[in-house]
């Protein structure tokens, strides 16, 4: 296969041997002449995929028996409403930390249900950075404490984890689960959406604290309710069977390849590859202060804007795809999940060099 490195912030790149064995298997699933996405939900085997997904999962994040696991349809969007549907129990207020579009985004979204308290705003250090903890306006009456630890449009990643908050601790780890071990637990939820880093698009998987997940308000909708999904070990309704089993197989690949310790390692060298080619040039630049720069999402651009469209076409005709901007921000982006081998970063600088080389 001669497949370009594809640097897609998300739906993003898979690795090649999860789509081989998909293709392989996607005629006849476990020698049953039929597909995957043509079995019963129900059925023992597909039941058993779920429970070893599930499971695999747990290993990889060493996540603690008293934590609930499953996966849901919406995306990661769909937990901006699910969160404080489910976590508000009796109280009318949230504590948001806006780090950039997601977390925004998720705040919008709660103020139907509550009153989000905005802790924080990166808007004040023109995204460059989280600012500081000494600036934060925490609220002892938020039901929880929701942030999202790497800002995917903005390149933006905290790398901290906010330990002077009380309240349970709410996480969208949509475009940084799998890149490092974390301690769960230290939050009361992480939530993502799986088509950064874990398979293609349409699911979120949701690690809750089990004391947290049966207290829904009651105008929650029953596929909303974590309790439910929780209790049904995500077979509440029909789930997207065919992202699931993209999942279970990517997250047999990370096992493979020596789990989320060797991702960190891989995820943190590839950046800082990248960010020092760009530091050292004077015709590249990313302005997020180091200590706040994602390890996955890195967005640049190019002193001379003039030039992006040319840089753009150049680099796809190379075989470097997916690397326009957010339509937000615009600029270039490198998208540097677990899939990208380190070779792609390699290519990506040689191309980077050899473009300032001719235009610069
Ligand atoms: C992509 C992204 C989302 C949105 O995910 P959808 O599945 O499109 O709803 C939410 N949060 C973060 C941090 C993201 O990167």
Avoid at 191 to 212: S, T
Wanted: hydrophobic share 40%.
């Amino acid at each position: 296969m001669n497949r370009p490195f594809n640097f897609s912030a998300g739906p993003a790149m898979l690795p090649d041997e999860v789509l081989k064995t998909a293709q392989e298997e996607l005629i006849s699933w476990q020698g049953k002449g039929v597909s995957v996405m043509e079995v019963s939900h129900r059925s023992e085997a597909f039941m058993t995929l779920v429970q070893q997904t599930e499971q695999d999962l747990r290993a990889l994040l060493n996540i603690p028996e008293h934590y609930k696991v499953f996966f849901m349809a919406g995306g990661g969007s769909g937990q901006f409403a699910a969160v404080p549907l489910n976590l508000l129990g009796v109280k009318k207020q949230a504590d948001y930390l806006i780090t950039g579009t997601w977390s925004e985004k998720a705040r919008k979204q709660a103020e139907l249900y509550c009153t989000p308290n905005i802790v924080a705003h990166a808007e004040d250090t023109q995204f460059k950075a989280v600012p500081p903890v000494a600036t934060w306006k925490l609220n002892r009456n938020a039901a929880y404490f929701h942030f999202t630890p790497n800002e995917t449009i903005h390149g933006l990643e905290y790398h901290e984890l906010p330990v002077t908050v009380e309240t349970p601790i709410v996480a969208d780890m949509t475009s940084n689960l799998l890149s490092r071990p974390l301690e769960v637990s230290h939050y009361g939820e992480i939530y993502a959406g799986v088509q950064k880093n874990m398979g293609p698009a349409g699911l979120a998987v949701v690690i809750v604290r089990e004391d947290l997940v049966n207290n829904p308000l009651p105008i929650t909708p029953f596929i909303l309710n974590y309790g439910l999904q929780a209790k049904e070990h995500s077979l509440l309704n029909t789930p997207p069977t065919f992202i699931l089993y993209m999942v279970a197989l990517v997250l047999k690949w990370v096992i493979g390849q020596g789990g989320v310790s060797a991702m960190a390692l891989r995820t943190r060298r590839k950046s800082e590859k990248l960010y020092q080619a760009i530091d050292l040039s004077p015709f590249y630049r990313n302005s997020v202060e180091p200590a706040y720069r994602s390890w996955t999402n890195i967005p640049f651009t190019l002193v001379n804007p003039k030039l992006e469209t040319l840089f753009l076409n150049e680099a796809e005709a190379e075989g470097l795809f997916g690397l326009k901007g957010h339509r937000l921000v615009g600029g270039i982006r490198a998208s540097l999940y677990n899939a990208m081998p380190e070779s792609g970063v390699d290519a990506l600088i040689h191309f980077m060099r050899e473009f300032e080389r001719k235009r610069g």
